[in-house]
Nanobody, 123 residues
Framework: EVQLVESGGGSVQPGGSLRFSCAAS????????MSWVRQAPGKGLEWVSA????????DYAHFVKGRFTNSRDNAKNTLYLQMNSLKPGDTAVYYC????????????????WGQGTQVTVSS
């Protein structure tokens, strides 16, 4: 059974930083690409980033490129999302997802998604 547990959410002022962690279990983490998806209040699911199984390949949505960094530690079965220069528009619930997703993916929650963690960016 895939289990993904996100942590690190919270409230931050515009321009601030946060780092999410996603602890993975129930599958071979080191062999799986991983992704981040977010959902802003009242809006649909939005792909944020993906990372290959080894961590050497990453992809980002244009609206976070240069501000967010997706990384992983396969020895710790943990995925990270470092978020810098946060904007109010980044306010959302962020989900850790097993697998490679992209801007073209039709997003739908299933058992390969974590429970999500909330970020609020406000002054």
């Amino acid at each position: 059974e895939v289990q993904l547990v996100e942590s690190g959410g919270g409230s931050v002022q515009p321009g601030g930083s946060l780092r999410f962690s996603c602890a993975a279990s129930g599958f071979t983490f080191s062999r799986s690409a991983m992704s981040w998806v977010r959902q802003a209040p009242g809006k649909g699911l939005e792909w944020v980033s993906a990372i290959g199984s080894g961590g050497g390949i990453t992809d980002y949505a244009h609206f976070v490129k240069g501000r967010f960094t997706n990384s992983r530690d396969n020895a710790k079965n943990t995925l990270y999302l470092q978020m810098n220069s946060l904007k109010p528009g980044d306010t959302a619930v962020y989900y850790c997802v097993k697998g490679w997703l992209s801007s073209w993916t039709v997003l739908k929650k299933n058992d390969d998604w974590g429970q999500g963690t909330q970020v609020t960016v406000s002054s």
